[in-house]
Nanobody
Framework: QVQLVESGGGLVQPGGSLKLSCAAS????????MGWYRQAPGKERELVAVITRGGNTNYADSVKGRFTISKDDGKKTVYLQMSSLKPEDTAVYYC??????????WGQGTQVTVSA
């Protein structure tokens, strides 16, 4: 089946930047709906950004103007460019895929830590 592999997380200082990648493999012909979510310690998983097959995007208010979601259909990869990072952005970031059949797949998560 489809698997999602995330990469690009790490430790950065406030104001820094990171670019996360989510590569899909398996039975996938195109990116229908994919998104980035995050979960901070003691909190529920929350939406960060989503992108549809047609390229429509949506962002959480807390990241608008700082984060950009994009995709490369040929590489079956979704990206999250994060700039002007804040300590409150610290979380495990997860990639999510929704197939045309309604199946949901989650990646393993990648840690992003913003600290001085």
């Amino acid at each position: 089946q489809v698997q999602l592999v995330e990469s690009g997380g790490g430790l950065v200082q406030p104001g820094g930047s990171l670019k996360l990648s989510c590569a899909a493999s398996g039975s996938i012909l195109s990116i229908n709906y994919m998104g980035w979510y995050r979960q901070a310690p003691g909190k529920e998983r929350e939406l960060v950004a989503v992108i549809t097959r047609g390229g429509n995007t949506n962002y959480a208010d807390s990241v608008k103007g700082r984060f950009t979601i994009s995709k490369d259909d040929g590489k079956k990869t979704v990206y999250l460019q994060m700039s002007s990072l804040k300590p409150e952005d610290t979380a495990v970031y997860y990639c999510k895929r929704l197939s045309a059949l309604g199946t949901i797949t989650w990646g393993q998560g990648t840690q992003v830590t913003v600290s001085a």
